[in-house]
Nanobody, 117 residues
Framework: QVQLVESGGGLVQAGGSLRLSCAASGSIFSFAVMGWYRQAPGKQRELVATITGGGTTNYADSLKGRFTISRDGAKNTVYLQMNSLKPEDTAVYYC???????????WGQGTQVTVSS
């Protein structure tokens, strides 16, 4: 059973930064892809960023330049650095992982990020 535990969410003022962490129950290199999604109130869940086992990253076009996904294999942790936060970034952020590209995602429980104006 895969466990993904997010942390690092909270309340921040617009223009501020947060770093989210996602600790996996096993080696993050056992996953083909890990990533972050978010869901704002009343909106559909959307992709934020992904990182492959080979280290290739992908971002939602609207977030490029502000958000950075990275990982630490020694800690089995994936990070999401969020800078220049805006009120519209307010959402629950979810960590995801899949062992194979064709497989469905495992999901964490989510962490709330609230950006005040």
């Amino acid at each position: 059973q895969v466990q993904l535990v997010e942390s690092g969410g909270g309340l921040v003022q617009a223009g501020g930064s947060l770093r989210l962490s996602c600790a996996a129950s096993g080696s993050i290199f056992s996953f083909a892809v890990m990533g972050w999604y978010r869901q704002a109130p009343g909106k559909q869940r959307e992709l934020v960023a992904t990182i492959t086992g080979g280290g290739t990253t992908n971002y939602a076009d609207s977030l490029k330049g502000r958000f950075t996904i990275s990982r630490d294999g020694a800690k089995n942790t994936v990070y999401l650095q969020m800078n220049s936060l805006k009120p519209e970034d307010t959402a629950v952020y979810y960590c995801t992982a899949k062992r194979f590209a064709w497989q469905g995602n495992y999901w964490g429980q989510g962490t709330q990020v609230t950006v005040s104006s």
